[in-house]
């Protein structure tokens, strides 16, 4: 075998082949230019330099996503999730129509749903929510999909929740989790955002949990000294314990955001401003019928909770009646009480109202439940006393058997759409008829010079009939009790 030339002979080549000035550049070359009788002499394939400092690229590797979508929900890391529900009353069809609303509701978190299934039970299980053997099931089903999320159509104990995870081997929260998860992502107002936090604080506060040495006491009770008496928190106590302090702290905040908006409603009460408040199951249409009737300009989106904040704004009835519309916070079936406490100040606008607007998707497969469910929460808060208007949107899209049905039930209702404006004006007048009017009727000649007395008739009152004279401005009215008496002096005639 030959063996290779040492450098210091390679050297001695060069020098003896090159000129003085040259002899650098063909140092620099040495691995460029080939020679026989330098590199003849070693053994094996000699690879260029420019290959050994490079790195090689292998074609058909690259995930990258030129699809604008999907580079958005590689950025969201969506979560991959299996939906899990216990079918307990009902038909089947209304069990498959829970799953699906939460399957929207995961969508809406932003979550990405592999599977879904669903167990026949009395009632759901004690200890793991669908049994011992069912869950066993279901991890193989979490398993095949590589999902690395459960959510269950409930709401789980604490002891349920653990348990359940401890077989499934993943993440498993439940339907209160993932509404409470959507309303934080969308809460914008300063208020919104606190009574979602403190939801979420309710929420949380039974389910703590703690491992290992998070479980260990602390050194301390006493006042100090060497060991210093008494066992101490627990990690897990002290963490319940800053729970509750910010609970309590949230709930000043909340009221004290609420003697706010009270000051509004007392100015438009001291004015007998009317007031409508739009009550409806999530995306319903509740905010694009809002924007129909006054133009507000407010979010609309095909997504469940799209809008959480109250939005009030001022409208006019066709005879001229000013009065305030308020939409609400959608609600939904088997709405969390803990966002039911938290936002009772914001659904006080349904209890104070003098008429609602009950919002319904015509276009949904379910829509009777839809409108038992609102009225759930509506009784919650004790608004059963106001007027109620049913209000089926979508009517262009919806099933006219469906509507027909919906029209004959619902004694007070309405068909309309508020993409399309199909309905809204007979909509603004059955308003203007359920509105409660003045109690007293005055037939007054009112001075030009005492012309606010007028103008308070068009604010507050509703006219009857207006006319000018050489002597003033005849005037036929319906206003309140105090209006009445400020009129009285110049009045010709009144009835109750």
Not at 411 to 421: E, F, P
Not at 435 to 464: F, I
């Amino acid at each position: 075998m030959t063996s290779s030339s040492s450098p210091s002979q390679d050297t001695k080549r060069l020098a003896h082949a090159y000129p003085e000035g040259l002899r650098a550049d063909a140092l620099m070359e040495e691995d460029v230019a080939w020679s026989h009788e330098i590199d003849g002499e070693r053994d094996g394939d000699q690879l260029d330099r420019s290959e050994r400092a490079a790195l090689r690229r292998v074609g058909g590797l690259s995930t990258e996503l030129e699809d604008v979508t999907e580079v958005e929900y590689r950025q969201l890391r969506l979560e991959r999730v299996v939906l899990v529900g216990v079918w307990t009353t009902g038909t089947a069809q209304d069990a498959d129509n829970s799953l699906a609303e939460l399957a929207a509701l995961a969508e809406t978190a932003g979550a990405l749903v592999l599977d879904g299934v669903i167990q026949r039970r009395d009632k759901p299980d004690a200890a793991t929510y669908i049994g011992s053997g069912k869950a066993l099931e279901l991890r193989d089903v979490v398993l095949e999909s590589g999902a690395d999320t459960v959510i269950c159509d409930g709401e789980l104990s604490p002891g349920q929740l653990i348990q359940l995870e401890d077989v499934v081997k993943v993440k498993v929260i439940d339907r209160t989790a993932l509404i409470l998860d959507i309303f934080a992502q969308h809460a914008k107002s300063r208020e919104g955002k606190a009574q979602v936090a403190l939801a979420q604080m309710q929420y949380m506060l039974p389910r703590l949990r703690g491992w290992g040495q998070s479980l260990s006491r602390q050194m301390g009770g006493g006042r100090g000294g060497l060991a210093t008496r008494g066992p101490g928190e627990t990690k897990i106590e002290t963490d319940r314990r800053r729970i509750r302090e910010k609970m309590a702290k949230m709930r000043r905040e909340i009221a004290d955001m609420k003697t706010g908006r009270e000051v509004k409603r007392q100015e438009r009460r001291r004015n007998k401003v009317p007031s409508v408040a739009i009550a409806g199951y999530t995306n319903a249409g509740k905010s694009s019928l809002l924007n129909r009737l006054t133009g507000a300009g407010v979010l609309v989106e095909n997504s469940l909770f799209a809008t959480l904040d109250p939005t009030v704004r001022r409208a006019e009835t066709p005879s001229g009646r000013l009065y305030t519309l308020a939409d609400t916070v959608g609600f939904v079936r088997h709405l969390p009480h803990h966002l039911v406490e938290a936002f009772r100040s914001t659904m006080e606008e349904v209890g104070d109202s003098d008429l609602i607007l009950h919002v319904v998707d015509g276009s949904h497969p379910n829509p009777e439940e839809q409108l038992a469910a609102v009225r759930e929460v509506i009784r919650d808060v004790g608004a059963t006393d106001v007027p109620e208007i049913v209000v089926i949107n979508k009517a262009d899209a919806a099933d006219p058997l469906v509507l027909q049905r919906l029209l004959r039930v619902e004694k007070r209702s309405l068909a309309v759409s508020a993409r399309t404006g199909l309905g809204i004006e007979e909509l603004l007048a059955l308003v203007d008829d359920e509105l409660p009017r003045p109690s007293v009727e005055v037939d007054a000649l009112v001075p030009y010079t005492h012309g606010k007395l007028v103008a308070r008739a068009h604010t507050e009152g509703e006219v009857l009939s207006e006319e000018h004279t050489a002597d003033g401005t005849r005037i036929k009215v319906r206003v309140n009790e105090e209006l009445a008496a400020d009129l009285a002096p110049y009045a010709s005639a009144s009835a109750a």
